[in-house]
């Protein structure tokens, strides 16, 4: 397993909820802003949000007040509560540091929304 460890993808239908998790360690998580990316199929990674080392958080229109990232300083974990689910949010999700480092890419974890 590589310093950053994705979990909590899976398969839902338009308009439910996942909670995606990402296990960093300490060294990588206390002194970075940490971001969640997703790639869906044919398109670039991109970012969709990040939260600052003092929980400030930023998004992409795209995802505005439906996801909510927050971070566990105490366990190291960042997560992306995904809410009102679409089509288009269907991509590997993925977590790094922002700005990203190319060692810490992970395998990332499968979400797919459809019906």
């Known amino acids: 397993q590589g310093p950053l460890v994705e979990s909590g993808g899976g398969s839902v239908q338009p308009g439910g909820s996942l909670r995606l998790s990402c296990a960093a360690s300490r060294t990588i998580f206390s002194v970075n802003i940490m971001g969640w990316y997703r790639q869906a199929p044919g398109k670039q990674r991109d970012l969709v949000a990040y939260i600052t080392t003092g929980g400030t958080a930023t998004y992409v229109d795209s995802v505005k007040g439906r996801f909510t990232i927050s971070r566990n300083n105490a366990r190291n974990t960042v997560y992306l509560q995904m809410n009102s689910l679409e089509a288009e949010d269907t991509a590997v999700y993925y977590c790094?540091?922002?700005?990203?480092?190319?060692?810490?890419w992970g395998q990332g974890t499968q979400v797919t929304v459809s019906s």
């Open positions: 790094n540091t922002l700005p990203s480092l190319h060692a810490y």
